[in-house]
C-alpha cells in the first residue's frame, strides 16, 4: 500500500515557475513508477510525466517538453515536478500516481488526492 501526498500548487503569472512535490508512505515506495496526471475543468484526465522507480528514465507527454523535468528523491520518497514557462493550458488539478510499471500509458493503483495549479494570462 502506498498513500501519496501531492504539494506546491498554486496560483503563477505566465512564464513563471512552480515546483510540486510528490510524499508517499511506505517502505516500498522506491519499488514505484510514479506519474503526474493533470485534469482542467471540462477535459479529460491526461498524463503528463512519468518515471521509473529507479529514477533512470522519465516520460513527458509533447506539450510539456522541454518545460516540466520529473526527478524523484527515493531516500526521501519524493517525486517532483518542476514546472517552468508556464502556460494558462496548463491550469488543472494535478496528481500524482504510483504503480508497478512506468510510463505515460500505464497502469497506475495508487492516487493521491491532487493539487490545484493556476496560471493566469
Known amino acids: 500500500q502506498v498513500h501519496l501526498v501531492e504539494t506546491g500548487g498554486g496560483l503563477v503569472q505566465a512564464g513563471g515557475s512552480l515546483r510540486l512535490s510528490c510524499v508517499a508512505s511506505?517502505?516500498?515506495?522506491?519499488?514505484?513508477?510514479v506519474a503526474w496526471f493533470r485534469q482542467a475543468p471540462g477535459k479529460a484526465r491526461e498524463s503528463v510525466a512519468g518515471i521509473n522507480s529507479i529514477g533512470t528514465r522519465t516520460y513527458y507527454t509533447d506539450s510539456v517538453k522541454g518545460r516540466f523535468t520529473m526527478p524523484r528523491d527515493n531516500a526521501k520518497n519524493t517525486v517532483y515536478l518542476q514546472m517552468n514557462s508556464l502556460r494558462p493550458e496548463d491550469t488543472a488539478v494535478y496528481y500524482c500516481?504510483?504503480?508497478?510499471?512506468?510510463?505515460?500509458?500505464?497502469?497506475?493503483?495508487?492516487w493521491g488526492q491532487g493539487t490545484q495549479v493556476t496560471v493566469s494570462s
Open positions: 500516481a504510483a504503480g508497478l510499471s512506468a510510463g505515460l500509458s500505464a497502469q497506475y493503483n495508487y
Open positions: 511506505g517502505r516500498t515506495f522506491s519499488s514505484y513508477a
